[in-house]
């Protein structure tokens, strides 16, 4: 139900995370989730996560390639705003998506 802060943090996954897809089951995506993932490439958001922590994915200074934030169709209720933000924040494109 959650990503636990710095859930993708140690050294022996970190540089290997590319592509996250981000069940509709998950409710809490707490800080860090995906900091230390500078080479992610891609995150599919089925849901809509109630809380997203500061900082959950690595800033444009630290990542190796483009990041795009994919949200479905369900994401735009309470969160479509947020992770627009964090997209346009972090230098990350955004992509709404039917999935």
Excluded: Q
């Excluded at 993708?8 to 290997?16: H, M």
């Excluded at 996560?49 to 479905?72: E, M, Q, V």
């Amino acid at each position: 139900i959650a990503i636990m802060e710095n859930a993708f943090g140690a050294s022996n996954i970190k540089d290997t995370v590319k592509t996250v897809i981000i069940p509709a089951s998950i409710k809490t995506i707490w800080s860090y989730g995906f900091f230390y993932c500078n080479n992610l490439t891609d995150i599919y958001i089925k849901g809509e996560a109630l809380y997203i922590g500061d900082a959950p994915f690595a800033p444009l200074s630290r990542r190796t390639g483009t990041l795009t934030i994919h949200c479905s169709a369900t994401c735009h209720n309470r969160n479509f705003t947020k992770w627009k933000y964090l997209a346009d924040y972090n230098g990350a494109a955004y992509e709404e998506w039917n999935g």
